[in-house]
């Protein structure tokens, strides 16, 4: 009796989340779709100027794609090394004791909330930058990349970590008895073995920082230009939405382009969430 | 049968005792709509609430835009409207066929003061320097009298009311520079400008500081007083309509408006009083 209740209870609340999803999905198409009624798809993506709320409205997102993707790309940059560098230090390197000291420290880096990392660029990184690199304006896209580089961390770190455990001893075994060392043995066996793991983390890392919003708010600069350079101010695509959705009219043309620009973005993190599950399938056969 | 008829009888009856006190207390004569304009909806807001603490009189204070607000005063539906905006000929035109004499009274002005690093040597700039500065065209603070260094511009994001009076005022309703970053407030540009030595921006005057420098527009600094007598030219006047001269109730809510509390109100929020 009481397995059956606990059965059926737990059934229900998982499709709860099922159903808050299939919600939100809905919604966002609902409210995006009646754009392209009044604005070719294409226009819409490939446009050049983003102005919803001038007398003659443009809206096109080019712009806004292409910061979100180089706001993206320079956090893995800076993430990516330091992620992995941490995880293969802290399984293969470390001993016990500072194992048992960095590894809570990487994670707690998880649970600072977004808008003190904001806080940190817009104040302490942002103009520490502009004086350090010479460069005009410290709220840019490459302040932003460092920010949200810091921020996935810890994502790319512990998940790593656990695929570079998951590497059975024998292999570090049989690479040491041909006589290679720790250096070698870490890049040439441990690495290789641990890819799709690595991979995965990466992926799942990506998707965090293109749907961070604070810190790309408050550090970014959000100016709507199409970015000449890394050292310029760009307006992410979730910048954006968080910006311009508490002004726009609900159900005018502004409000669906808002919702449009989020449909652009499920479809971004649901093809990343899509290649890790196949790369996931890919290690467990 | 009958027993129904009696329940029905003697809930009419109450119906009307209720609907008839209703409208000796909330009647016509006690109490004053305001509909119109966001932008004046603090001031209208805050001052209808100390003025309901002083008064037995009920005041509804409404947004929705200057455009809602004078229609509503034009239909009868408000008995004030607030508007950011002059009345233009047209809703006159249709005010005086419904018999409408739209009154302005001039309750604030809301200036905004345009910033830079007190580093910067630039001290005034002129409204067409500033507005091609805003739009991208003016690029360089050499154009300008200042170093040879590019122009940093600061604008406030599109969501904000400021955004779209300095666009009104200035940019003659042209778009703004797509180069210029969008802050969320008027703190994060002073800051920002506090903080960039080459940077512009444009903020309220209630929120002007030591931490940066206001420039001269057209020779004219920001002041209260300059924006108030309309010298300073990026300053717009803040509405309130009536129907003819205001009377009774009404009379009293502007009086308590134009009052010292009252201006105190819009000063605290930001605008520049006007007495």
């Not at chain 1, 998951?166 to 292999?171: G, K």
């Not at chain 1, 790309?216 to 968080?242: C, D, E, H, N, Q």
Request: charged content about 20%; proline content about 5%; aromatic content about 8%.
């Amino acid at each position: 009796m009481k397995e059956k209740l606990f059965k059926y209870t737990t059934t229900v609340v998982s499709f709860f989340s099922v159903i808050f999803l299939l919600g939100i999905i809905l919604s966002i198409f609902l409210e995006g779709f009646p754009l392209f009624g009044e604005i070719n798809p294409i226009d819409f993506i490939f446009g050049k100027h983003w102005n919803p709320t001038h007398y003659e409205p443009e809206f096109g997102i080019l712009a806004l794609i292409v910061s979100s993707l180089m706001v993206t790309v320079i956090a893995l940059v800076v993430s990516i090394p330091l992620g992995v560098g941490s995880a293969l230090y802290i399984s293969e390197v470390a001993n016990k004791n500072l194992k048992e000291i960095l590894k809570p420290v990487v994670e707690l880096l998880a649970g600072i909330p977004s808008v003190i990392y904001g806080l940190f660029g817009m104040t302490v990184l942002g103009p520490f930058l502009s004086n350090l690199l010479g460069i005009p304006i410290g709220l840019n896209a490459f302040t932003a990349g460092v920010i949200l580089g810091i921020m996935v961390i810890p994502i790319i770190s512990s998940i790593s970590e656990d695929a570079i455990n998951s590497v059975p001893n024998s292999l570090r075994e049989a690479s040491y008895a041909l006589g290679a060392n720790k250096w070698e043995t870490i890049i040439k066996v441990v690495l290789p073995a641990s890819k799709s793991g690595v991979i995965t983390s990466i992926i799942l890392g990506f998707g965090r920082a293109i749907g961070e919003t604070m810190v790309v708010l408050m550090v970014a600069g959000g100016a709507p230009g199409f970015p000449k350079s890394i050292f310029r101010p760009v307006r992410p695509m979730t910048s954006s939405i968080a910006a311009e959705m508490g002004e726009a009219t609900i159900g005018s043309l502004h409000f669906h382009s808002l919702y449009a620009i989020g449909i652009i973005l499920f479809i971004i993190t649901f093809v990343s969430i899509l290649i890790t599950n196949i790369v996931k399938d890919r290690r467990s056969r | 049968m009958l027993r129904g008829l009696k329940n029905l009888i003697l809930v009419g009856l109450i119906l009307t005792i209720v609907s008839v006190g209703a409208v000796d207390i909330y009647g016509e004569s006690q109490r004053i709509q305001i509909t119109g304009s966001t932008t004046v909806l603090p001031v209208a807001q805050r001052a209808a609430e100390n003025f309901m603490k002083e008064y037995d009189i009920t005041v509804s204070v409404r947004g929705g835009g200057s455009g809602t607000g004078i229609a509503a005063l034009i239909d009868g539906r408000a008995d004030i409207a607030d508007a950011s905006r002059p009345i233009k000929a047209k809703e006159i035109k249709i005010a005086k066929s419904k018999g409408v004499n739209p009154k302005a009274h001039i309750v604030a002005r809301d200036g905004i003061a345009v910033v830079v690093n007190r580093k910067n040597p630039v001290d005034g700039l002129t409204l067409t320097q500033i507005k091609k500065i805003f739009m991208g065209e003016i690029k360089n603070w050499e154009e300008v009298g200042g170093p040879d260094k590019n122009i940093i511009v600061i604008s406030r994001d599109s969501s904000s009311g400021t955004f779209e009076a300095f666009k009104e005022l200035v940019l003659d309703e042209e778009k703004y520079s797509e180069d210029a970053l969008r802050m969320a407030s008027n703190k994060a540009v002073s800051t920002t400008v506090s903080r960039t030595k080459t940077a512009i921006g444009y903020i309220g005057m209630a929120y002007l500081s030591q931490t940066v420098k206001a420039v001269k527009v057209d020779g004219v600094l920001p002041t209260l007083k300059t924006a108030g007598s309309g010298k300073y030219k990026i300053a717009r006047p803040l509405y309130m309509y009536t129907d003819g001269e205001p009377k009774g109730n009404i009379k009293k809510f502007i009086d308590y408006v134009f009052s010292p509390a009252g201006q105190n109100i819009a000063k605290q929020i930001g605008y520049v009083p006007v007495k």
